[in-house]
T-cell receptor, first 110, second 112 residues
Framework: LAKTTQPISMDSYEGQEVNITCSHNNIATNDYITWYQQFPSQGPRFIIQ?????VTNEVASLFIPADRKSSTLSLPRVSLSDTAVYYCLVVLDSNYQLIWGAGTKLIIKP | DSGVTQTPKHLITATGQRVTLRCSPRSGDLSVYWYQQSLDQGLQFLIQYYNGEERAKGNILERFSAQQFPDLHSELNLSSLELGDSALYFCASSAAVGYEQYFGPGTRLTVT
């Protein structure tokens, strides 16, 4: 049974790189790994998605090792506005089930 | 603006009542998802539809039901409401299963 686990909270400082790791055992080759950002009282917003190795876009990078048992969201040079909850999501290709992590509350300090 | 609309924005009702939440997906999106988020809690996936058909069920109570209509809008029906059903209910849409989800602004339900 697939499950996702991520840290409950993290602190960092402006200008630092932040890495948030999600553990997801028992996922298959075709299962997507996606990360979302959520601010209070707003719907989550897509950050990045990948299958394997490394994906980079204008706001983040996603690292997925060969065994795919975890993934790491990397936010370069964070600012105060990056304070939010970050969710990892695995979508199972076999039955379309959505396995959401419980969310990581990231607090960025000046 | 994600392009996903939800109505109403706020809803206050009493225990035992029934309510209907409505969602219009982004233009062209065939998949619709419903989520429940209680105060300071994570997202609970309820149910997903693709082009009118149910695709996956999450932790949806038997008192809750949903459907997606031919014009692709979706409704979530909550009945025999309890105090614990008070939450933010989000709808999201995507082009297909597994694709990027776009979330609506949510409906805040308060059961008194």
């Amino acid at each position: 049974l697939a499950k996702t686990t991520q840290p409950i909270s993290m602190d960092s400082y402006e200008g630092q790189e932040v890495n948030i790791t999600c553990s997801h055992n028992n996922i298959a080759t075709n299962d997507y790994i996606t990360w979302y950002q959520q601010f209070p009282s707003q719907g989550p917003r897509f950050i990045i998605q990948g299958y394997k190795t490394k994906v980079t876009n204008e706001v983040a990078s996603l690292f997925i090792p060969a065994d795919r048992k975890s993934s790491t969201l990397s936010l370069p040079r964070v600012s105060l506005s990056d304070t939010a909850v970050y969710y990892c999501l695995v979508v199972l290709d076999s039955n379309y089930q959505l396995i959401w992590g419980a969310g990581t509350k990231l607090i960025i300090k000046p | 603006d994600s392009g996903v609309t939800q109505t109403p924005k706020h809803l206050i009702t009493a225990t035992g009542q029934r309510v209907t939440l409505r969602c219009s997906p982004r233009s062209g999106d065939l998949s619709v998802y419903w989520y429940q988020q209680s105060l300071d809690q994570g997202l609970q996936f309820l149910i997903q539809y693709y082009n009118g058909e149910e695709r996956a069920k999450g932790n949806i109570l038997e008192r809750f039901s949903a459907q997606q209509f031919p014009d692709l809008h979706s409704e979530l029906n909550l009945s025999s409401l309890e105090l614990g059903d008070s939450a933010l209910y989000f709808c999201a849409s995507s082009a297909a299963v597994g694709y990027e989800q776009y979330f609506g602004p949510g409906t805040r339900l308060t059961v008194t």
